[in-house]
Nanobody, 120 residues
């Protein structure tokens, strides 16, 4: 199994910054892409940003230019630097990893989520 643990969420004023971290642990054979998704109250979960094992990135239009995703493959950790935060960024942010655990098939794993709140 692969476990994902997020950290770094919190309350920040509009225009501020936060850095989210997500560490993967367990009997990891390999991790393909890692990413961040978010879900606001009453809305569906949506993609924020993803990063491949080689470092290729993809962003939602709402995150482009303000957020930056990176990863440390040696630490099995993915980061999301969020700048110029807006009230509409308020959501629970989930880490995801497309990974393979020892003796298992490739599977998309999810973290428990971390709350980001930007008051209006």
């Amino acid at each position: 199994q692969v476990q994902l643990v997020e950290s770094g969420g919190g309350l920040v004023q509009a225009g501020g910054s936060l850095r989210l971290s997500c560490a993967a642990s367990g009997t990891i054979v390999m991790i393909n892409d890692m990413g961040w998704y978010r879900q606001a109250p009453g809305k569906q979960r949506e993609l924020v940003a993803t990063i491949s094992s080689s470092g290729s990135t993809k962003y939602a239009e709402s995150a482009e230019g303000r957020f930056s995703i990176s990863r440390d493959n040696a630490k099995n950790t993915v980061y999301l630097q969020m700048n110029s935060l807006k009230p509409e960024d308020t959501a629970v942010y989930y880490c995801s990893a497309h990974a393979q655990a020892w003796g298992a098939a490739v599977f998309r794993y999810w973290g428990q989520g971390t709350q980001v709140t930007v008051p209006s």
